[in-house]
T-cell receptor, first 118, second 110 residues
Framework: EAGVAQSPRYKIIEKRQSVAFWCNPI?????LYWYQQILGQGPKLLIQ????????DSQLPKDRFSAERLKGVDSTLKIQPAKLEDSAVYLC????????????????FGAGSRLTVL | RKEVEQDPGPFNVPEGATVAFNCTYS??????FFWYRQDCRKEPKLLMS???SGNEDGRFTAQLNRASQYISLLIRDSKLSDSATYLC???????????FGDGTTLTVKP
């Protein structure tokens, strides 16, 4: 089974510039998540999609961050304009909402996109 | 107060030691619980789910205390390869979000 694909792996930009990250989840996984992980902290949920609908975007800074999952498969996260505090790893994850204990609601992460804002 | 709290450590233990990590959560309606492992500069990976009856996977034992809103992870006979950050994860309803703690760092030394 192919894993969660993310690109780019690394990105360095200047503040006030824009950046976009792409994610392709595991085939068949209906739920897709974008997390932000700042150094020394745990991942923080930015947005959760169920198919192409948004389930939770309460912690997404909507003045500068946007995300879409138009066809219910791959997704793009955009930051415009970037701030210094946006320097972090952006992790995409997907899950299959199975039944029973085994594998239910388990998140599988991509390798992440490391953003440095100068 | 954070939704999920962990002792950040670091825990520095010798090979063969037994080490325990604790995690508390604030939402009493939480339904699913997990431990993830994250190696340096890598993505988090599922270590084990935590069930109400407690569960064991080799050298790893996870326990859940719903009354105290507390989860634990016990690692017996520590190996060098166990060195990593261990993330406690709490999930609400089926459609609810998964909330991560900030992790506990373990270093196992020869």
């Amino acid at each position: 089974e192919a894993g969660v694909a993310q690109s780019p792996r690394y990105k360095i930009i200047e503040k006030r510039q824009s950046v976009a990250f792409w994610c392709n989840p595991i085939s068949g996984h209906a739920t897709l998540y974008w997390y932000q992980q700042i150094l020394g902290q745990g991942p923080k949920l930015l947005i959760q999609f169920q198919n192409n609908g948004v389930v939770d975007d309460s912690q997404l800074p909507k003045d500068r961050f946007s995300a879409e999952r138009l066809k219910g498969v791959d997704s793009t996260l955009k930051i415009q304009p970037a701030k210094l505090e946006d320097s972090a790893v952006y992790l995409c994850a997907s899950s299959f909402r199975g039944s029973g204990r085994s594998g239910a609601n388990v998140l599988t992460f991509g390798a992440g996109s490391r953003l440095t804002v100068l | 107060r954070k939704e999920v709290e962990q002792d950040p450590g670091p825990f520095n233990v010798p090979e063969g030691a037994t080490v325990a990590f604790n995690c508390t959560y604030s939402n009493s309606a939480s339904q699913s619980f997990f431990w993830y492992r994250q190696d340096c500069r890598k993505e988090p990976k599922l270590l084990m789910s935590v069930y109400s009856s407690g569960n064991e996977d080799g050298r790893f034992t996870a326990q859940l205390n719903r009354a105290s809103q507390y989860i634990s992870l016990l690692i017996r006979d520590s190996k060098l390869s166990d060195s990593a950050t261990y993330l406690c994860v709490v999930k609400g309803t089926n459609a609810g979000k998964s909330t991560f703690g900030d992790g506990t760092t373990l270093t196992v030394k020869p």
